[in-house]
C-alpha cells in the first residue's frame, strides 16, 4: 500500500529562519503530489502540488517544494520563515486510483519572534 | 473559507449510540470525500462519492456508512460508538476527475464519552 512519511514531527524556528519539510513516499510510479497546511483551528487548505513538468512547484504564501523523483521526495521548502507560518503541515500523495489522498502524519512548525 | 460547510462543529455523545455528520460541498463540486482525524492514525480516507454514487473506500468501518444525496450533501453516519472513535471528521469536494485539487471543510469534532 502506498504510504507517505514525514520526518520532523516537530520543528521550532525563529523567525527569519529557513524551513525545510521533509516528505516521501513509497509509490514508485506517476504521483500527484501535495503540501496542505492547516493553521490553528482552520481547515486544510493546499500550499501547493505537483502534477507533472517542472520538479520545482511554487505555492502560495511563499513556499516551494521539489519533486525528486529518485529519492521518492517532496520536501517543503521556505526561505524565511513568519510568525504566522505557525501550523500543521501535512504532505499528500493521491493513491493509485486517483481517488484518495494519502497523508503523512503531519509536521508541527512553531515560530517564535 | 473553502466554501466547504460541515455541521455540527463539535458533538459530544456516550459509546454504543448513533451519529450523523454533515457536508455540503462547493458549489459545482460533484465529489465528496470523508477523511478521519485521530492522534494515532492522523488523517485517514474513509469514502468517496461522486455525484450521489459510492466510488471508493478507504478504511471506513462496517458500523460507519455514508450518503451523497441529490442535492449533492452527503451525511457521514456512525452507529455504535466507541472511545476510539473520537476524532475529527473532514469531509472534502471537488470537481469532477482525478487530478484536482481536494477543498476541505472546517471538521466536525466528535468525542465520544
Known amino acids: 500500500a502506498q504510504s507517505v512519511s514525514q520526518h520532523n514531527h516537530h520543528v521550532i524556528l525563529s523567525e527569519a529562519a529557513s524551513l525545510e519539510l521533509g516528505c516521501n513516499y513509497s509509490?514508485?510510479?506517476?504521483?500527484?503530489l501535495f503540501w496542505y497546511v492547516q493553521y490553528p483551528g482552520q481547515h486544510l487548505q493546499l500550499l501547493l502540488k505537483y502534477f507533472s513538468g517542472d520538479p520545482l512547484v511554487k505555492g502560495i504564501k511563499g513556499f516551494e517544494a521539489e519533486f525528486i523523483k529518485s529519492k521518492f521526495s517532496f520536501n517543503l521548502r521556505k526561505p524565511s520563515v513568519q510568525w504566522s507560518d505557525t501550523a500543521e503541515y501535512f504532505c499528500a500523495v493521491k493513491d493509485q486510483a486517483g481517488t484518495a489522498l494519502i497523508f503523512g502524519k503531519g509536521t508541527t512548525l512553531s515560530v517564535s519572534s | 473559507d473553502s466554501g466547504v460547510t460541515q455541521t455540527p462543529k463539535h458533538l459530544i455523545t456516550a459509546t454504543g449510540q448513533r451519529v450523523t455528520l454533515r457536508c455540503s460541498p462547493r458549489?459545482?463540486?460533484?465529489?465528496v470525500y470523508w477523511y478521519q482525524q485521530s492522534l494515532d492514525q492522523g488523517l485517514q480516507f474513509l469514502i468517496h462519492?461522486?455525484?450521489?454514487?459510492?466510488?471508493a473506500k478507504g478504511n471506513i468501518l462496517e458500523r460507519f456508512s455514508a450518503q451523497q444525496f441529490p442535492d449533492l450533501h452527503s451525511e457521514l453516519n456512525l452507529s455504535s460508538l466507541e472511545l476510539g472513535d473520537s476524532a475529527l471528521y473532514f469531509c472534502?469536494?471537488?470537481?469532477?476527475?482525478?487530478?484536482?485539487?481536494?477543498?476541505f471543510g472546517p471538521g466536525t469534532r466528535l468525542t465520544v464519552l
Open positions: 472534502a469536494s471537488s470537481v469532477a476527475g482525478a487530478y484536482n485539487e481536494q477543498f
Open positions: 509509490y514508485g510510479g506517476t504521483v500527484n
Open positions: 462519492y461522486y455525484n450521489g454514487e459510492e466510488r
Open positions: 458549489s459545482g463540486d460533484l465529489s
